[in-house]
C-alpha cells in the first residue's frame, strides 16, 4: 500500500526523463496526460485506501497520506489531466526539442505538486512548493516573447521572495519545536496538543509562513504576479497553475493553520485570512469591470476565488468541507476554461475581448462549452461551486463572521455582473454586417476531457458517499470535528 | 578556551554579515556587489561552523561546508560568469541615493533590535543577542530588491534576503536538519540559476537588463 505514494512522485519524474531521451517521436505530446494519469490514479487509490481507515505511510513518516493529502492528490491528478489532454499539442509541433522540455518540466510540475501535498514534515512541503517555482517558471516564459519574459520574471521573484517569507515563518516553527523534547518539522508530530510550543514564536513563525504561502496562492496584496504569469503562460499551464497551484498553497495554509490553532486558537489567523480574502474579492472586483483581455479575466477570477476560500479557511471546520468541494470544482472549471480560452486565442489571434464578438453564431462548438464553463465559474447551480459559496457564507453567519460573508456576498454580486457583462460580450449578438461566414462547429481539440470536467462538477456535490464521507474525514484530519 | 572567545566569535560573523549587507547598499558596481556578496556566503558559513563547533554537532560542519560552497563560491561565481572586462563597467543607477540609502539600513538595523527584543526578548544568550542581525539582513535585502533596477542587482538583493533568512534559523534554532538544508540550498541555486538565465534573454531581447522596461503587462 505504501508503494503508491511513491507513483506520483517517481511516475513524472520516469516521464519526464523519457520526454527528454523520444527525439523526435510524436509519442511525446502524452507525457503530460500519462503522467497526469499517474497522479490520478494513484490518488484515486489512496482515497479507497483512507476510506477504508488506513493511513499510508512510506520512507520512515516522510511521506504520508491521511484523508486531506489523499484527496488533494487525486485534484492534483484530476485538473492536470483536465489541463495536459485538453489542451494536447499537435503532432508536429511535439517533435521539436522546445516540446520535450515543454514535456519534461510539465511532469516535474506535477511531481513537485504532488510531493508538496504528501510531504509529512512542514520543511520538505517548503522546499516542494519552491520547485513547484522552479518548475513552471520556463513554462511561463515559454513563449518567449518579451511578455511572457516579464510576467516570468516577475513571477520568479514575487514567488521566491514569498515562498522565502515562509520559509522564515518554517524557521521560527521549528525554533519552538527546538525547546521541547524533540526537535521536528513533522506535521503530524507539531499538531499534536501537549507539546507546549512557545506561543511568541508560533504567533510569528505562523504569521511569516502564511503570509508567504498566500503569495503563492496569490492572495491580495500579494497577488500582483498572477494576471501576468496566468496570461502570458501556455493554456495547459495557466489551467494547472490556476486550477490547482493555487489550492496547493492554500493547503500549506491549512496545515499550518492548524499547528497555530492549537497553541494560539484561531483568532489570530482568522483575521489575517479575513482580510487577505476580502482584499482579493475587492482587488478581483475592481479590475473585472473593465477588463478587456479574456485570459487576464480568468486569472482574477482565481484571485476571486481563492480570496472567497481563503474566508472559508478563517471561518474553520464548519466551512472547511465547501471550502474543499470548492477546491476540485474551482480547480476543474477554472482548467476548462483555460483550455478553451487557448483553442478561442489560436483560432481568432486575440487575446482582447471586444475583438472577439458573437462568438455563438460564428463558432458554436466554442461558444457553448465556454458559456457553459462559464455559468459554472460564476457560481449558478448545479455546478459545485454554487454549493460551495452557498456552504462557505452559512457557515460564516453560524460563527459569528457575519460581517465578512455579507460584505464578500456584495462583492461577489460585482464580479457576478463584470463576468455576465464581458462573456455576453464576447458570446451573444450578431456578426457585422456583410461579413460572409460559416458556423464553425469544430471544438478545435478533444472534447472528451471538457466534457467529463463539466459533468464532474455538475454531479460531485450531490454525491455523499463517498465524497461527503471523505470530506468530512478531511476536515477531522485538520483537528475540526464539525 | 573555546567557550571564551565563542561570544566574540558569533559577534565577529554576525558583524560581518550585516557590514557586508550594508556596504552592498552603498556600493553601485555590480562587480564589487558580487564580491561582498561572496564575503557574506563565507562569513554565513564561519557562523555555522562557529555554532556545530560550540555545541559539538558534526552535521553543521558539513552544513557549513555546503553553504561555504553553494553561497561562498557557487552563486557570486554564476552571477560574475561573464567577461570581466563588461562587469566592470556595469553601474547601477538605484532609486535612492547613497546616504538616503545608508540611512535606511540604519534605521532597519535599529527596528529589527526593537522588533526582536519586543517579540521574542533578546534572551541570555550569545546566539540570541546576534539574532536581529538576520532580520536586519531580511530588510536589507528587501530595500535592495525595491530600490534596484537592473535584474542582475535585484537577484543580489534576493540573495541578501535569502542569507539573512538563513542567519537567522541558524542562530535562533542551529539550524534544520541536514536533508531539508540541502533541499533549500538547491531550491535558491536553482532560483538563481533561472533568474540568471531571464537577466540574459532581457539582454538579447530588449537590449538591457533594466527591469524598469518591464512595464507591458498592467491593467
Redesign the interface.
Known sequence: MSLILWIPLVGPLALAGLSLLLGTSALRRFVGVAASSAVLISGLLLVSAVLNGAVPESGGGMLRADALSAYMISVVGAVGLISTWGGLSSAASSRTKDAASYEALIALFLAAMSLAVLAD?I??MW?AV??T??AT??LV?HH?T??S??????Y??LG??GV?IA??G???I??AS?STDT?T?SWLLLSQSDLGLDP??IT?GGALAVLGFATKAGLAPMHSWL??AH??APAPVSGLMSGVLLSVALYAILRIQSITNLVIGPEFLRIMLSVGGLLSLLVAAS?LI??RDYK?MLAYSSIEHMGLMAIGVAIGPAALPSVLLYVLGHGLIKATLFVISGRILKVEGTPVISDVRALLVRRPGLAVPWLIAMAAIVGFPPFSIFFSEVGIIMAGWSVGLGGVVGAALVLLLVIFAAFTRLTVQMTLGAPPVGLAFTPDYSAHGPRLPIFLALATTATVAFVAEPVGTLLLQATAVLGGTN | MFENIYPQLIGLCAGALLLTSALMVWRHSLLASIRLLALQGIALAALVAVIGIAEGESELVIVSLLILSVKGIGLPWVLAHQSKASIKQIQESPRLNPTAALLTVTVLTILSYIVVSRVFGLGDSSTGHAAPIGLAMVLIGFLLLISRRRARSQLIGFLVLDNGIATITFLTSGGVPILLEFAFSLDVLLVVLILHVFAGRMRTKFGGTAVDQLRELHD
Open positions: 514534515s520543511g520538505l522546499a519552491e520547485a517555482t522552479i517558471a520556463f516564459g518567449r518579451g511578455r519574459l516579464e510576467a516570468a520574471w516577475k520568479v521573484i521566491s521572495v522565502a520559509l522564515l518554517i524557521g521560527f521549528y525554533a527546538v526537535p518539522l511568541a514564536l510569528a494576471p501576468d496570461s502570458q479590475l473593465r477588463q487576464r
